[in-house]
């Protein structure tokens, strides 16, 4: 929801507005709090606020919570009770629907999202197999053999030939590239079955994913696209989803041109559970982390993690991210004390409470908020009530995510079939909403319009 032209997130006590600039959007930020305080909701309020502004976001769904994004919201006593209390004015909230697209790395639960292997590059991949530092230099010589000889590097089978090129061949890599042991390759390949099981075989094939799919703005509304990648079954390899994160981010930092300040955001990526992407992490992967946070806003790209704690983020990615909204955490321990400490330390203090005691007392659907200030400062931290989301709360059928699916044009272009050809750049008319049917015998209120169609339940 919008205010003044500024994404408004919640309101303090006094009922002063609570809002993100959007000149400072691309800054990073972070959404922490413990389980069932209402990190959910931020981050919904965050994305809408975003797509009313006409930029793209990304994000991933684990429980399936966030799918309901693509109906309007549904009244109900609690959200009329948070409105009066964050000071919203009488029809200034308004339940909506928004533009949505589903996208699922096993083509299940949303529009399939592919890659090639040689896309994945060999620091990824040997993330994404679980390989030791050993192992990951015989990865980096394999790439470098495919490169060099233009071996194809598409699919997880041209993978395990090139493995076993490498393998024949050994001696002769060693001697130009390092050690290249039969037991490391071994080990690989072993690795690269199990990804197979898991479905890689699914994801690493054509066609690959254009990024541009990512960034488009619905042109009905003008409202950036919610891209939402349904990640419940891919959550169950933790490895595999964060790498799988990490690269998308990478293909936009890699991709986009530089553009410097602007006015907003290209696309904002919301990385969810992002604890996970510094489990057992390398120095190497580090490094690439660090580098894609600190230099991918000036392509435009703002970056949200959302996780239980800030102590969670290494000191030098929480450094960067200068938007915060704190949910509540329990310290019943030495360690959940720490952590506590950890996140009242972010944060830039406020004379009119104790930041540390604040957050151990938080009710459900408040937060800490300190945001940038025009000048790029952090403001003072304010306790908020965070508002409502506008659209649905809580999980779509699966009828409707397949009408949803079924009527996207990213349909066709990433189905089996090869990608259709690009239809050209030539103007076309702005489409509007369809009238209601008019059926007799059939009840309307059982009509509900959905991604800008109506359908009868």
């Keep these: 929801m919008l205010y003044d032209g500024k994404i408004w997130i919640g309101s303090c006590e006094n009922g002063t507005p609570v809002y993100l600039l959007p000149s400072m959007a691309n800054r990073h930020g972070l959404i922490a709090g413990a389980t069932g305080t209402g990190k959910t909701v931020s981050l919904k309020v965050l994305a809408e606020g975003f797509s009313d502004l006409g930029v793209p976001v990304f994000l991933s769904d684990i429980k399936s919570d966030l799918s309901g994004m693509v109906m309007d919201g549904t009244p109900t006593e609690a959200i009329e009770k948070r409105l009066g209390k964050c000071g919203v004015p009488a029809g200034a909230f308004k339940y909506t629907s928004y533009p949505t697209e589903y996208w699922d790395v096993y083509g299940e639960q949303g529009i399939p999202i592919r890659a090639t292997v040689q896309d994945m590059g060999p620091l990824l991949m040997s993330r994404m197999l679980n390989l030791n530092e050993t192992q990951s230099g015989v990865m980096n010589i394999a790439f470098r053999v495919a490169a060099r000889e233009d071996l194809p590097l598409e699919h997880l089978q041209d993978l395990k030939n090139l493995l076993i090129h490498v393998g024949e061949n050994a001696k002769e890599y060693t001697l130009e590239y390092g050690n290249v042991s039969a037991a490391s390759v071994g080990a690989i390949q072993r690795a690269v079955g199990v990804l197979e099981d ?189 508002l409502p989301p506008q659209s649905y709360m809580g999980a779509i059928s699966q009828e409707i995510r397949r009408m949803v699916i079924d009527a996207s044009p990213m349909k066709d272009k990433y189905d089996d079939a090869e990608p259709a050809e690009d239809p050209g750049t030539q103007e076309q008319p702005t489409p509007s909403a369809p009238p209601v049917p008019q059926v007799q015998e059939m009840d309307p209120q059982r009509f509900k319009l959905i991604n800008g169609q109506w359908y009868y339940f």
């Design 198 to 386: 898991q479905g890689g075989n699914v994801f690493f094939r054509e066609p690959a994913i254009d990024i541009n799919d990512w960034i488009q703005v619905d042109p009905a509304s003008n409202r950036g696209k919610i891209n939402i990648l349904c990640a419940d079954r891919l959550f169950n390899n933790p490895t595999m989803y964060s790498t799988f994160l990490l690269w998308m981010l990478t293909k936009l930092y890699d991709l986009l041109p530089e553009r410097g300040d602007a006015e907003k955001p290209k696309v904002v990526f919301f990385f969810d559970e992002a604890h996970l992407l510094f489990n057992n992490c390398s120095r190497s992967l580090m490094d690439k982390i660090e580098q894609v946070v600190r230099l991918v806003r000036s392509k435009g790209v703002g970056v949200y993690f959302i996780t239980q704690s800030p102590a969670d983020i290494p000191m030098t990615i929480l450094g960067q991210l200068g938007n915060r909204i704190q949910h509540a955490l329990r310290a019943y321990t030495p360690l959940d004390q720490k952590a506590v400490k950890v996140a009242a330390q972010t944060f830039r203090t406020n004379p009119s409470f104790d930041t540390e005691e604040a957050i151990t007392t938080l009710k459900t659907g408040e937060a800490l908020v300190s945001f940038l200030d025009e000048h790029g400062a952090p403001s003072v931290v304010e306790r908020a009530t965070i």
